[in-house]
């Protein structure tokens, strides 16, 4: 991969708590619309390595360039709205679901547009009533998706994913992966998404598989 291309640059990045090595020696790169996966056995370091990726935890080794930039030295607020990060078990805040939707244009000063949030609960199958809805009365599969919704109200350059559908029944689960495929082919975002699903694999240009206790990581091409 072109290094000129890459939106993201993971490089050697490795993790240790304590004598506990997590990850070592990982690299690769990620360009805008392109679509790479993570797998591996649990406890491999999926999910960490995501979290070091959206800024979240600080790699004991290597380093992750950002259109040519170390996050390091990057403000988190205006990484974290380049880079969005969607995780297994969302937080969601306030009291119904137009609270989470109204949030990303509140802290950029816009006024939303609330027909646009009915368009985005159709498009992930969701009612036009879930707009009202307390966070209380969300299922784990619908509270998946409008944390992903939320996420996407300002397109990233990066979506970072971490088993976003695992509360999804399989037609839901379609739905969502085609969305997302959509919106690296269409937006030219690019897309980085930790899972287990085979379907979701399957439907990858790269697969990286991650291996327990630091070892060697694989990327193999699928596209």
């Avoid at 999926?46 to 290597?62: D, F, H, Q």
């Avoid at 816009?110 to 985005?120: R, S």
């Avoid at 979506?159 to 495929?181: C, P, Q, W």
Wanted: glycine letters at 6%.
């Amino acid at each position: 991969m072109n290094n000129e291309n890459a939106v993201l640059q993971i490089k050697d990045v490795g993790f240790r708590v304590a004598n506990n090595t997590i990850l070592q020696h990982v690299g690769f790169n990620l360009s805008p619309g392109e679509f790479k996966l993570i797998t591996g056995p649990s406890g491999c370091g999926k999910s960490t390595l995501l979290k070091i990726v959206a800024s979240l935890l600080s790699p004991t080794e290597g380093t992750i360039l950002f259109e040519g930039q170390d996050i390091a030295s990057l403000s988190p607020e205006s990484y974290r709205q380049q880079v969005s990060y969607c995780v297994q078990t969302p937080v969601l805040f306030g009291d119904t679901v137009f609270d989470n939707l109204i949030f990303p244009w509140q802290i950029r000063n816009k006024t939303p547009e609330p027909e646009k949030f009915i368009d985005d609960l159709a498009r992930f199958g969701l009612a036009k009533e879930t707009l009202t809805k307390s966070i209380s009365e969300l299922s784990g599969g619908e509270k998946q998706r409008v944390s992903l919704i939320r996420n996407l109200q300002f397109l990233p350059k990066v979506l970072l994913l971490d088993e976003i559908t695992s509360a999804l029944d399989d037609a839901n689960k379609r739905n969502v992966n085609e969305i997302i495929h959509r919106y690296a082919r269409e937006q030219n975002i690019a897309v980085l998404w930790v899972t287990h699903d085979s379907n979701e694999i399957t439907h990858a240009d790269d697969v990286i598989t991650l291996q327990p206790h630091g070892g060697k990581m694989q990327e193999a091409n699928l596209g």
